[in-house]
Nanobody
């Protein structure tokens, strides 16, 4: 079983930075991809960034150049460094994990990120 827990959300001013963490407390060897999704009020959940077990990354166009996804295998943790934050980045951010590249099998509980002055 896989249990995902996110940390690091909060309130930040436009232009500021936050770093989210997702700890995988479970069977890490079955996981092939880790993702960050977000969902704003009234919007569909969207993929923000993903990283595979061999550290290949992918980003949504809206965050390219501002967000960086990374992983620390020794700590079973995936990070999302978010810089130059904009009000439109405000959302609940979810960590997700898949046992294959094309699947999402596990979700975290989400962490709120609010970008506002």
């Amino acid at each position: 079983q896989v249990q995902l827990t996110e940390f690091g959300g909060g309130l930040v001013q436009p232009g500021g930075s936050l770093k989210l963490s997702c700890i995988n407390d479970g069977n890490i060897f079955s996981i092939k991809t880790m993702d960050w999704y977000r969902q704003a009020p009234g919007e569909q959940r969207e993929l923000v960034a993903s990283i595979t077990s061999d550290s290949k990354t992918n980003y949504a166009d809206s965050v390219k150049g501002r967000f960086t996804i990374s992983r620390d295998n020794a700590k079973n943790t995936v990070y999302l460094q978010m810089n130059s934050l904009k009000p439109e980045d405000t959302a609940v951010y979810y960590c997700a994990a898949g046992v294959s590249i094309a699947s999402i099998d596990y979700w975290g509980q989400g962490t709120q990120v609010t970008v506002s002055s």
